[in-house]
């Protein structure tokens, strides 16, 4: 019996089996239901942008800006006489809606709306109810029209005020503002004191800082309390002094109580602030050091920004010694800030670390700041053209600054002003730059006469030289070696600090 041979199957062109394979794969995917991603939140946003965001929301300058102005009107309760104020619009348009979306957003929130704008309470005594509410509309501090015991209940707020009018016990009205609208308080109450002999005269001031928010106190002091020292020949003035660095509110109170403002008792009292820096520093309490070197500076910029007139009418010898007593506050904060650091920065590698804790991030910052306030003191004592490398550049106009000149500073000083800013390189590992320094600072230590006595300063200038030198050459045991390229330490330093 015949056989039937099986028919061979046809034969699939490679090309076409892939395509078919393909096509199929996709029609599944196509089928299959794909993950929705989760939109991005708020929270997933970097804390910069949140805080963008938040500026558009919760800044009291912002929100305010094109909207219609406000009017207002005001009634009188009669058992307390307290003025009680209603606005044609809410005069504090803020989206306190951002507190309410979660409990992340809502901390978020908070703590920038209470740390950006730092609020005021402020309470008016006065027999006349006439007199407080000229004072709270036409010094604009009406943003909140909250009734009086709402405003006395609230403990978010950095600085109280009282204002008392001859004696009075009545009490008028009690407000909360941000303290960004303090200097419209300071010059009403000011332009009325000019206005009349016996306004201030006639009225008692007490200054209260009650809750800090963690910044650096003579940060909350520079903006809450030392616009105050534009005020002068109040009847009496108490500045609480619990929350504040020793001393301060002393001077603050014998300013404002002074017949009038002089050049002298200012210079005075800004001058005690840098000697208690100085003493901070010798008994190496070098954080309080650190605060009281950071008042000076604030007192001393505040100073030129209220009294420009007073101050650039005095003498050549005031100039002088203002712009030294500036030079010797930014070396001495370069030093309080770089000093402690010495153990940790002379350790093999501490900038270079893979895994660098808060202690060398901190460390990275505070020599930044140190690097930046030598460099400053060297502008002054060198009288550096430039005017952004000026001290008084950023804080100031530029026809305010004091005037300066390379006579006011020796060639001493400005050796010991390149080895503090040496040093300071050094712990950057800034071997080179830290050469620059140091040759720069034994020149000029060799014009003066004198003889550098053994381990005096000179002394150090030649050791830190010498291990500058070894730094370059890559021998030194006691710091890390490796990139000696100039500007690699600042530049490692800045990112540990963006850290914090």
């Known amino acids: 019996m015949a056989t039937t041979a099986p028919i061979p199957a046809e034969k699939r062109d490679s090309m076409e089996a892939t395509a078919n394979t393909l096509a199929t794969k996709m029609k599944a995917a196509s089928l299959a239901e794909t993950p929705r991603k989760r939109p991005l939140g708020l929270t997933d946003l970097p804390p910069s942008v949140r805080n963008n965001i938040y500026k558009h929301c919760l800044d009291t300058e912002l929100v305010n800006h094109g909207a219609p102005n406000v009017s207002y009107t005001h009634t009188i309760s009669k058992d307390e006489g307290i003025l009680t104020f209603s606005a044609s619009r809410n005069p504090f348009p803020v989206n306190t809606s951002l507190f309410l979306v979660n409990k992340e957003i809502s901390k978020d929130a908070l703590s920038y709306f209470y740390e950006k704008n730092l609020w005021v309470r402020f309470d008016v005594y006065t027999s006349d109810a006439r007199h407080a509410k000229t004072l709270l509309e036409d010094s604009g501090l009406l943003f909140s029209t909250a009734k009086s015991e709402v405003v006395e209940r609230s403990t978010r707020h950095a600085l109280e005020i009282v204002l008392v009018e001859k004696n009075s016990a009545q009490k008028r009205a009690s407000v909360m503002f941000p303290a960004q609208y303090l200097p419209r308080l300071i010059n ?33 002091q520079g903006d809450l309390l030392e616009l105050f020292r534009l005020m002068s020949g109040f009847g009496k003035v108490e500045v609480d002094g619990q929350n504040l660095l020793p001393r301060y509110a002393e001077g603050l109170q014998n300013n404002m109580m002074g017949e009038k403002f002089t050049a002298e008792s200012y210079m005075a009292s800004v001058q005690e602030l840098a000697d208690l820096a100085d003493e901070a520093r010798e008994k190496e309490e070098y954080a309080l050091a650190n605060e009281y070197a950071q008042a000076t500076i604030i007192a001393l910029t505040y100073g030129y920004l209220t009294h420009a007139e007073t101050l650039h009418s005095q003498e050549e010898a005031f100039n002088k010694s203002m712009q030294r007593l500036r030079w010797k506050t930014e070396l001495g904060l370069g030093i309080s800030l770089s000093i402690p650091l010495r153990g940790l920065t002379s350790t093999k590698h501490w900038l270079r670390t893979s895994n660098p804790t808060d202690e060398i ?72 730059f830290a050469c620059g320094d140091m040759e720069r600072a034994l020149e000029l230590w060799g014009k003066d006469s004198g003889v550098d006595e053994e381990g005096g ?18 021998d030194a045991e006691s710091m890390w070696v490796g990139d000696v390229r100039p500007g690699t330490g600042l530049k490692t330093a800045a990112k540990l600090a963006r850290g914090l």
């Open 188 to 220: 009403f109450l000011d332009q009325a004191s000019h206005a009349t002999k016996t306004w201030a005269q006639g009225r008692s001031l007490f200054l209260n800082v009650v809750n800090t928010y963690g910044f650096p106190v003579s940060k909350l």
């Open 361 to 432: 991030r901190k460390a990275a910052k505070d020599l930044l700041q140190a690097e930046k306030s030598v460099s400053q003191a060297l502008s002054l004592a060198c009288d550096a053209p430039s005017p952004t490398s000026n001290p008084w550049f950023h804080s100031i106009p530029v026809e305010l600054i004091p005037p300066n000149k390379p006579s006011f500073f020796t060639d001493r000083e400005r050796a010991q002003t390149w080895y503090v800013l040496g040093t300071v390189h050094m712990a950057l590992g800034e071997y080179i």
């Open 457 to 474: 300063l000179r002394s150090k200038m030649e050791e830190t030289f010498e291990k500058a030198r070894k730094g370059i050459d890559g």
